[in-house]
């Protein structure tokens, strides 16, 4: 366990794990726990579609409410005209949906709704 002195005083406590090497947070600031969620899903191998879809349904409240962005939705819907695209899309939504999160749940339908109405007619299928 480490501590760093964040610049407001505040204790950060950062936590690593030898078994598996994977960096946990604690007390993290929102703002830096939202880069290192964009580090690990560039380190962990995600591509871009999967990171664009995990981004859009993370776990965290947009705003104080569950809702996602319209850039997002439209981004992914956009990308669902490509057929290795949509298998990703596709991978990850299920995931998602299978969770026991439910803002990812919700954030998950939303996308997936908006997909059904604006994106590639796979999803009718």
Same mark, same amino acid.
């Given at each position: 366990m480490t501590l760093l002195q964040a610049s407001r005083g505040e204790q950060i406590k950062l936590a690593t &794990?030898? !078994?598996d090497n994977k960096l946990t947070v604690s007390a993290f600031p929102h703002r830096l726990q939202g880069a290192l969620r964009t580090v690990r899903k560039h380190t962990i191998g995600f591509t871009n579609v999967q990171s664009k879809v995990l981004s859009a349904t993370e776990? *965290?409240? $947009?705003?104080?409410?569950? *809702?996602?962005? $319209?850039?997002?939705?439209?981004?992914?819907?956009? $990308? &669902?005209?490509?057929d290795d695209a949509f298998e990703e899309i596709v991978d990850v939504l299920k995931k998602r949906l299978m969770g026991s999160k439910w803002r990812r =749940? =919700?954030?998950a339908l939303m996308v997936l709704h908006?997909?059904?109405?604006?994106? &590639?007619? !796979? *999803?009718? =299928?």
């Open positions: &794990s030898t !078994r776990n *965290f409240p $947009l705003d104080d409410a569950p *809702f996602v962005a $319209l850039t997002h939705k439209f981004e992914i819907a956009q $990308l &669902s005209w490509d =749940v =919700v954030k908006y997909c059904l109405q604006e994106g &590639s007619g !796979r *999803f009718t =299928v």
